[in-house]
């Protein structure tokens, strides 16, 4: 077993001893080596080319070493010869990958990935520590969506989950032997809002939008319940327009409503205020309204309580109206006790004194 250099002038493989090559090339000053592994097994001769790290030739060369002392099977280190560049290229490329609906925001996060870790950086390279200093650099990267802030950690753990899919693909189809930074834990994320829109800003909505399931991010087919008044409008909109859209511009269809949005909230005087924060608004009405959660959990989607209550908020008004025990009537505490399941631990409770 032996290290060999691979002559960047006629490419002949030399052994490290060696200090000038045939072609007459002084190898040992000569820039852009590239060192092989040589050795046996099964009594045949195997030779795998490193690259130009001597370190990492000498480490795969221990690791053979080792394989074959343990009788085990000597693979080809693959995350030693795949940059991230091509993985994500292959990934991308992949058809079930582009049948995605979330395809362009894919290649998005993949565009930050490899402007940060660069293309060609072999997988080997990618370490837990690696991706922790992507994420330190993340956060403080200006956020192109809201000036005079930084990136959210919510985007960035979204950046780190397409990485690690992609290399857990890789791994499933046998481009990588494991994913190295399978390990790596998402950032703290405290992204909940705490606006929520008064009556005097916005009007109520009722009546019904039916969404089919491949329309819902859960997959899941729901109706949605609108005001009247919402539906009025709608019902008044022009008939026979050549197209299936609802909202229009000009006659014309359109992709998206952020200019439209933000121009209705200037008008309305409706400061720090997000289309996404409709869907707060929303639910935390129909709370407020006197609906039980799992009616309002049909109409959202939500499927997870805890997930559920980050979009309800207890404002000070309802907290003004919080009721009181009236002083007048004889009221107070009797203690009661009530044994639990675990021995020697009792909960207290309170019961009205009649």
């Known amino acids: 077993m032996a290290l060999l250099i691979e002559c960047p002038k006629c490419k002949k493989r030399n052994s490290l001893k060696t200090t000038t090559c045939g072609c007459g090339m002084n190898i040992k000053k000569a820039a852009g080596k590239t060192y092989w592994i040589e050795y046996y097994f099964n009594s045949k001769r195997k030779r795998e080319r490193i690259g130009p790290s001597k370190a990492a030739a000498e480490q795969r060369l221990r690791d053979v070493l080792k394989a074959r002392a343990e009788e085990r099977y000597i693979n080809k280190d693959k995350a030693a010869q795949t940059t991230l560049g091509e993985l994500c290229q292959w990934y991308l490329n992949l058809p079930e990958v582009k049948a995605k609906k979330s395809y362009r925001r894919d290649g998005e996060f993949i565009r930050h990935l490899l402007r940060i870790f660069g293309e060609k950086i072999k997988i080997k390279y990618l370490t837990a520590g690696k991706v922790e200093t992507y994420q330190t650099r993340r956060l403080s990267e200006p956020s192109p969506r809201f000036p005079g802030k930084t990136i959210r950690p919510a985007t960035i753990n979204k950046e780190v989950t397409c990485l690690k899919t992609i290399l857990n693909r890789a791994v499933r189809h046998d481009k990588l032997e494991f994913n190295p930074v399978k390990e790596v834990k998402k950032l703290p994320e405290n992204n909940v809002r705490m606006r929520i829109i008064s009556k005097e800003e916005v009007d109520l909505k009722k009546g019904f939008i039916r969404l089919a399931a491949e329309r819902t991010k859960t997959s899941v087919g729901r109706s949605i ?68 959660y799992f ?38 505490c009797i203690d009661t006790y009530m044994d639990t399941k675990e021995k020697g631990l009792q909960v207290k409770t309170c019961k009205p004194l009649e």
């Open 295 to 332: 009616r309002i959990m049909a109409i959202s989607g939500h499927k997870t309580m805890s997930v559920f209550k980050r979009y309800n908020l207890v404002t000070e008004e309802e907290l003004s109206k919080v009721k009181w025990a009236d002083e007048n009537k004889n009221s107070g």
């Open 225 to 292: 319940p609108l005001h009247p008044q919402v539906k009025s409008m709608l019902e008044d909109l022009p008939r026979g327009l050549k197209t299936n859209r609802v909202f229009l511009r000009k006659g014309t269809p359109f992709s998206e409503i952020k200019t439209a949005f933000r121009s209705a909230c200037n008008r309305a005087d409706i400061k720090d205020f997000t289309f996404h924060d409709l869907r707060h608004c929303a639910l935390n009405n129909l709370r407020l309204a006197g609906n039980d």
